[in-house]
């Protein structure tokens, strides 16, 4: 039974990219085992998708997560009995903190959080997203080092003024190459992504945002309607799903956990996806590696039958021992070690946190 005795939160700086950031979580319990969480910022935005989160409302979900860690974690873990992680609810801190109390919990019980969940899969197949190059036969070439390094499936960033002809380039590169596109809600009309089906798209994610990021289940309805690609919708609760599939906006769900406040929450979403016949692609591969371990052991439930994304950060960048990643297009199921099933070098954690307390 977990008992935690103490917990340690970093405010990390990652050293890659345009230096996101995480929130970690370290919780240890009164026989020394730990559990490791962690919360991403979120993604830059694309200047063409402006219900996007703006830097400063990024910033401020950090913010918010931060606080809610320092005022709420501590009395609502510290001290407490449970026997899974599935009584405690919403955990304060979100994503981070819960992701935190099922490697504990996996740990101590001698499971591996894929098992935990449900997961059936030993590996999965990883797809790889290429964004927009500076030209055709630049992104083409992108596109070839991918195929060369094993990946089977590609998925391209498209936004209008960049979309078919894009397509077009790699499909005649690479006719068998399965391709998909995400539009990141930067369209508003069904017309130019409607094209993009006569390149055999598999799928296209995300093409259309309304008021405040929800999306426009509507247009994605229309579009469906046009196109033998699935149409994938990214909601962040089960509630929104429910809405999404009454409302018949795609027939394929893009699932970020880390997204969803708690991992029961993102398995009941895969579950009612499922039960309703659609697709499922997970993704989240920002972060440190925890998060991204996460999404691994996510797409190992067995509705779970688009590839997954897992293509950042770089190894190099990671702070888990085997760090995650594809090998030859699959990525790995961790199976063999309980919890999360990755080393957490914390040295390098405290090198790399901008902040942190101690309770």
Same mark, same amino acid.
């Given at each position: 039974?977990?008992?935690?005795r103490?917990?340690?939160v970093f405010?990390?700086?990652?050293?890659?990219?345009?230096?996101?950031?995480?929130?970690l979580v370290?919780?240890?319990?009164?026989?020394?085992?730990?559990?490791?969480?962690?919360?991403?910022?979120p993604?830059?935005?694309?200047p063409? @998708?402006p219900?996007?989160?703006s830097?400063?409302d990024?910033g401020h979900v950090?913010?918010k997560t931060?606080?809610?860690?320092?005022?709420?974690?501590?009395?609502?873990?510290?001290?407490?009995?449970?026997? =899974?992680?599935?009584?405690?609810?919403?955990v304060p801190? #979100?994503?981070?903190?819960?992701?935190?109390c099922w490697d +504990?919990?996996?740990?101590?019980?001698?499971?591996?959080?894929a =098992?935990?969940?449900?997961?059936t899969r030993t590996?999965?197949?990883?797809?790889v997203r290429?964004?927009?190059e500076?030209?055709l036969?630049?992104?083409?070439?992108r596109?070839?080092? /991918?195929? $060369?390094?094993?990946?089977?499936h590609?998925?391209?960033d498209? /936004?209008p003024?960049?979309?078919?002809?894009p397509?077009?380039a790699?499909?005649?590169?690479?006719p068998?190459?399965? +391709?998909?596109?995400?539009?990141?809600?930067?369209?508003?009309s069904?017309?130019e992504l409607?094209?993009?089906? %006569?390149?055999?798209?598999?799928a296209?994610e995300?093409?259309?945002?309304g008021?405040?990021?929800?999306?426009?289940l509507?247009? /994605? @309805?229309?579009l469906?309607?046009?196109?033998?690609a699935? *149409?994938?919708?990214?909601?962040h609760?089960?509630?929104?799903l429910?809405?999404?599939?009454?409302?018949?906006?795609g $027939?394929?769900? +893009?699932?970020?956990?880390?997204?969803?406040?708690? +991992?029961r929450?993102?398995r009941?979403?895969?579950?009612r !996806?499922a039960?309703a016949?659609?697709? &499922?692609?997970?993704?989240?591969?920002r972060?440190?590696?925890?998060?991204?371990?996460?999404t691994?052991?996510?797409?190992?439930?067995?509705g779970c039958?688009?590839p #997954?994304?897992?293509?950042?950060?770089p190894?190099? !960048?990671? &702070?888990?021992?085997p760090p995650?990643? @594809?090998?030859g297009?699959?990525v790995?199921?961790?199976?063999?070690?309980?919890?999360l099933?990755?080393l *957490?070098?914390?040295d390098?954690?405290r090198?790399l %946190?901008?902040?942190?307390?101690?309770?």
């Amino acid at each position: 039974m977990p008992r935690v005795r103490e917990l340690e939160v970093f405010r990390v700086v990652l050293p890659y990219g345009r230096r996101p950031e995480s929130i970690l979580v370290k919780l240890t319990d009164y026989g020394g085992m730990t559990g490791w969480g962690e919360v991403v910022q979120p993604p830059e935005p694309r200047p063409a @998708a402006p219900a996007e989160q703006s830097g400063a409302d990024r910033g401020h979900v950090l913010a918010k997560t931060w606080a809610n860690l320092e005022e709420s974690l501590a009395p609502a873990l510290l001290g407490l009995d449970w026997e =899974h992680p599935d009584e405690l609810g919403a955990v304060p801190g #979100g994503s981070a903190a819960d992701l935190a109390c099922w490697d +504990l919990w996996g740990r101590m019980a001698g499971v591996p959080l894929a =098992h935990a969940l449900g997961g059936t899969r030993t590996s999965i197949t990883a797809t790889v997203r290429v964004a927009a190059e500076r030209s055709l036969e630049a992104m083409v070439a992108r596109v070839n080092r /991918h195929v $060369c390094a094993g990946y089977s499936h590609v998925t391209l960033d498209v /936004h209008p003024g960049w979309d078919v002809e894009p397509v077009r380039a790699v499909r005649r590169a690479y006719p068998a190459l399965a +391709l998909a596109v995400d539009a990141r809600g930067a369209y508003t009309s069904t017309a130019e992504l409607a094209a993009l089906d %006569a390149y055999g798209v598999t799928a296209i994610e995300r093409p259309f945002a309304g008021p405040g990021g929800a999306a426009d289940l509507d247009r /994605h @309805a229309e579009l469906q309607q046009q196109v033998d690609a699935v *149409v994938a919708v990214e909601v962040h609760s089960v509630a929104a799903l429910e809405e999404a599939i009454a409302a018949r906006a795609g $027939c394929a769900l +893009l699932l970020r956990p880390g997204r969803f406040g708690s +991992l029961r929450a993102a398995r009941l979403a895969h579950d009612r !996806a499922a039960a309703a016949g659609w697709d &499922i692609a997970a993704a989240g591969g920002r972060g440190t590696g925890l998060a991204r371990a996460a999404t691994v052991a996510v797409a190992s439930l067995p509705g779970c039958t688009l590839p #997954g994304d897992v293509t950042e950060p770089p190894r190099n !960048a990671q &702070i888990v021992t085997p760090p995650v990643g @594809a090998a030859g297009g699959v990525v790995a199921v961790p199976l063999t070690q309980p919890g999360l099933g990755h080393l *957490v070098d914390e040295d390098r954690v405290r090198r790399l %946190a901008g902040d942190s307390f101690r309770i």
